[in-house]
Protein backbone atom coordinates (compact mmCIF):
# COMPACT_ATOMS: atom_id res chain seq x y z
CA UNK A 1 0.00 0.00 0.00
CA UNK A 2 3.02 2.40 0.80
CA UNK A 3 4.08 1.80 -2.66
CA UNK A 4 0.92 3.43 -3.71
CA UNK A 5 0.79 6.33 -1.63
CA UNK A 6 4.33 7.10 -2.91
CA UNK A 7 2.86 6.68 -6.29
CA UNK A 8 0.31 9.61 -5.03
CA UNK A 9 2.40 12.01 -3.70
CA UNK A 10 4.68 11.76 -7.09
CA UNK A 11 2.15 12.34 -9.08
CA UNK A 12 0.54 15.09 -6.73
CA UNK A 13 4.29 16.64 -6.66
CA UNK A 14 4.73 16.50 -10.25
CA UNK A 15 1.28 18.34 -10.97
CA UNK A 16 2.32 21.04 -8.27
CA UNK A 17 5.63 21.68 -10.29
CA UNK A 18 4.02 21.90 -13.20
CA UNK A 19 1.30 24.27 -11.81
CA UNK A 20 3.65 26.75 -10.27
CA UNK A 21 5.90 26.63 -13.32
CA UNK A 22 3.72 26.66 -15.89
CA UNK A 23 0.23 27.56 -14.65
CA UNK A 24 -2.66 24.93 -14.21
CA UNK A 25 -3.44 25.41 -18.17
CA UNK A 26 -0.61 23.37 -18.63
CA UNK A 27 -1.54 20.64 -16.57
CA UNK A 28 -2.21 17.17 -18.75
CA UNK A 29 -2.63 14.06 -17.46
CA UNK A 30 0.79 13.27 -20.29
CA UNK A 31 3.00 16.28 -18.80
CA UNK A 32 1.91 14.94 -14.97
CA UNK A 33 2.34 11.17 -15.89
CA UNK A 34 5.96 12.45 -17.49
CA UNK A 35 7.03 14.38 -14.94
CA UNK A 36 5.92 11.94 -11.90
CA UNK A 37 7.57 8.97 -14.12
CA UNK A 38 4.87 6.88 -14.10
CA UNK A 39 2.62 5.48 -17.26
CA UNK A 40 -0.57 7.39 -18.13
CA UNK A 41 -2.30 4.25 -17.10
CA UNK A 42 -0.48 4.18 -14.01
CA UNK A 43 -1.58 7.86 -13.22
CA UNK A 44 -5.10 7.24 -14.53
CA UNK A 45 -5.34 4.51 -11.83
CA UNK A 46 -5.33 7.49 -9.03
CA UNK A 47 -6.67 10.27 -11.05
CA UNK A 48 -9.19 9.10 -14.03
CA UNK A 49 -9.22 12.68 -15.31
CA UNK A 50 -7.39 16.27 -15.47
CA UNK A 51 -10.34 17.01 -13.05
CA UNK A 52 -9.16 14.78 -10.50
CA UNK A 53 -5.98 15.30 -10.55
CA UNK A 54 -6.31 19.23 -9.72
CA UNK A 55 -9.11 18.46 -7.06
CA UNK A 56 -6.66 16.50 -5.22
CA UNK A 57 -3.91 19.13 -5.41
CA UNK A 58 -6.80 21.64 -3.98
CA UNK A 59 -7.31 19.51 -1.30
CA UNK A 60 -3.14 18.73 -0.44
CA UNK A 61 -3.26 22.75 -0.71
CA UNK A 62 -6.13 22.64 2.08
CA UNK A 63 -4.39 20.19 4.08
CA UNK A 64 -1.03 22.14 4.06
CA UNK A 65 -2.87 25.18 5.49
CA UNK A 66 -4.76 23.09 7.70
CA UNK A 67 -1.75 21.26 9.10
CA UNK A 68 0.16 25.00 9.61
CA UNK A 69 -2.76 26.08 11.61
CA UNK A 70 -2.80 22.33 13.58
CA UNK A 71 1.28 23.21 14.51
CA UNK A 72 0.04 27.13 15.72
CA UNK A 73 -2.39 25.91 18.13
CA UNK A 74 -0.72 25.20 20.98
CA UNK A 75 1.26 27.99 20.93
CA UNK A 76 -2.32 29.46 21.81
CA UNK A 77 -3.69 27.31 24.28
CA UNK A 78 -5.73 28.62 26.50
CA UNK A 79 -5.61 32.01 25.35
CA UNK A 80 -8.48 34.24 24.03
CA UNK A 81 -9.04 34.24 20.57
CA UNK A 82 -6.71 30.91 20.45
CA UNK A 83 -8.31 29.83 17.06
CA UNK A 84 -8.58 33.14 15.58
CA UNK A 85 -4.60 33.49 16.30
CA UNK A 86 -3.63 29.34 14.93
CA UNK A 87 -6.08 30.45 12.05
CA UNK A 88 -4.51 33.71 10.82
CA UNK A 89 -1.06 32.69 11.41
CA UNK A 90 -1.58 29.42 10.12
CA UNK A 91 -3.20 30.64 6.62
CA UNK A 92 -0.79 33.84 6.43
CA UNK A 93 2.51 32.12 6.76
CA UNK A 94 3.14 30.16 3.32
CA UNK A 95 5.86 29.82 2.05
CA UNK A 96 6.56 31.68 -1.62
CA UNK A 97 6.00 28.13 -2.64
CA UNK A 98 2.73 27.80 -1.61
CA UNK A 99 1.71 31.13 -2.55
CA UNK A 100 2.39 30.24 -6.15
CA UNK A 101 0.58 27.03 -5.95
CA UNK A 102 -2.08 29.09 -4.69
CA UNK A 103 -2.32 31.37 -7.46
CA UNK A 104 -2.32 28.96 -9.85
CA UNK A 105 -5.11 26.60 -8.28
CA UNK A 106 -6.90 29.63 -8.10
CA UNK A 107 -6.82 30.19 -11.90
CA UNK A 108 -7.64 26.89 -12.27
CA UNK A 109 -10.45 27.55 -10.31
CA UNK A 110 -11.65 30.38 -11.88
CA UNK A 111 -11.87 28.21 -15.22
CA UNK A 112 -13.66 26.01 -13.27
CA UNK A 113 -15.46 27.23 -10.17
CA UNK A 114 -16.89 23.29 -9.33
CA UNK A 115 -13.65 22.51 -7.97
CA UNK A 116 -13.76 24.60 -5.16
CA UNK A 117 -16.67 22.31 -3.78
CA UNK A 118 -14.87 19.02 -2.96
CA UNK A 119 -12.91 21.91 -0.05
CA UNK A 120 -15.46 24.19 0.68
CA UNK A 121 -16.90 21.65 3.69
CA UNK A 122 -13.50 22.06 5.22
CA UNK A 123 -13.52 25.87 5.03
CA UNK A 124 -16.27 26.18 6.14
CA UNK A 125 -16.18 24.15 9.02
CA UNK A 126 -13.11 26.11 10.23
CA UNK A 127 -14.96 28.97 9.54
CA UNK A 128 -17.59 27.80 12.02
CA UNK A 129 -15.06 26.62 14.88
CA UNK A 130 -13.91 30.39 15.15
CA UNK A 131 -16.82 31.92 15.32
CA UNK A 132 -17.95 29.08 17.88
CA UNK A 133 -15.23 30.20 19.84
CA UNK A 134 -16.07 33.80 19.30
CA UNK A 135 -19.65 32.86 20.93
CA UNK A 136 -18.03 30.72 23.97
CA UNK A 137 -15.57 34.20 24.22
CA UNK A 138 -18.22 36.38 24.22
CA UNK A 139 -17.19 38.38 21.45
CA UNK A 140 -19.41 39.18 19.00
CA UNK A 141 -19.94 36.12 15.71
CA UNK A 142 -19.48 39.50 13.38
CA UNK A 143 -16.23 40.59 14.85
CA UNK A 144 -14.77 37.44 14.87
CA UNK A 145 -16.17 37.12 10.67
CA UNK A 146 -15.16 40.43 9.84
CA UNK A 147 -11.60 39.11 11.53
CA UNK A 148 -11.93 36.19 9.44
CA UNK A 149 -12.58 37.77 6.21
CA UNK A 150 -9.79 40.27 7.06
CA UNK A 151 -7.78 36.94 6.98
CA UNK A 152 -8.54 35.91 3.62
CA UNK A 153 -8.66 39.27 2.07
CA UNK A 154 -5.03 39.48 3.21
CA UNK A 155 -3.88 36.09 2.10
CA UNK A 156 -5.79 36.61 -0.71
CA UNK A 157 -4.36 39.87 -2.32
CA UNK A 158 -1.23 38.01 -1.29
CA UNK A 159 -1.54 35.39 -4.06
CA UNK A 160 -2.87 37.66 -6.57
CA UNK A 161 0.36 40.13 -5.84
CA UNK A 162 -2.31 43.03 -5.35
CA UNK A 163 -1.04 44.30 -2.06
CA UNK A 164 -2.57 47.62 -0.51
CA UNK A 165 0.47 50.66 -0.76
CA UNK A 166 1.02 53.43 1.74
CA UNK A 167 -0.14 51.35 5.26
CA UNK A 168 3.21 49.96 6.13
CA UNK A 169 2.94 46.52 3.59
CA UNK A 170 1.82 43.18 5.35
CA UNK A 171 3.74 43.78 8.71
CA UNK A 172 1.52 46.68 9.06
CA UNK A 173 -1.22 45.24 8.22
CA UNK A 174 -1.03 42.17 10.00
CA UNK A 175 -0.03 44.87 13.73
CA UNK A 176 -3.48 46.63 12.75
CA UNK A 177 -5.10 42.99 12.46
CA UNK A 178 -3.43 41.59 15.42
CA UNK A 179 -4.39 45.03 17.26
CA UNK A 180 -8.34 44.56 16.55
CA UNK A 181 -8.34 41.49 17.70
CA UNK A 182 -6.52 41.90 20.98
CA UNK A 183 -9.07 44.83 21.56
CA UNK A 184 -12.16 42.84 20.43
CA UNK A 185 -10.86 39.59 22.37
CA UNK A 186 -9.45 41.21 25.35
CA UNK A 187 -5.55 41.40 26.60
CA UNK A 188 -4.89 37.88 26.63
CA UNK A 189 -6.20 37.17 22.87
CA UNK A 190 -2.02 38.17 22.71
CA UNK A 191 -1.81 40.00 19.62
CA UNK A 192 2.27 41.32 20.57
CA UNK A 193 3.29 37.64 20.79
CA UNK A 194 5.88 36.90 17.94
Known amino acids: MKDGADTVDRILDAGEWIVVREGAARLTL ?25 RA ?7 RAEQRVDR ?27 R ?18 SVRPRIVQATRRLLAEARRQGVAPARAAI ?21 GGRAGILKELLAVAEEWYGASAGGARR
Not at 30 to 51: I, M, N, Q, T
Not at 57 to 63: A, C, E, G, M, P
Open 30 to 54: DAVAARAGVSKGGLLYHFPSRRDLL
Open 57 to 63: LLHRFVD
Open 72 to 98: ERPAWFGRRGAELQATMRGWLNQSPLE
Open 100 to 117: RSAHALLAAVLHEPGLLS
Open 147 to 167: LMLAIRGLWMSEILRVGIGGV
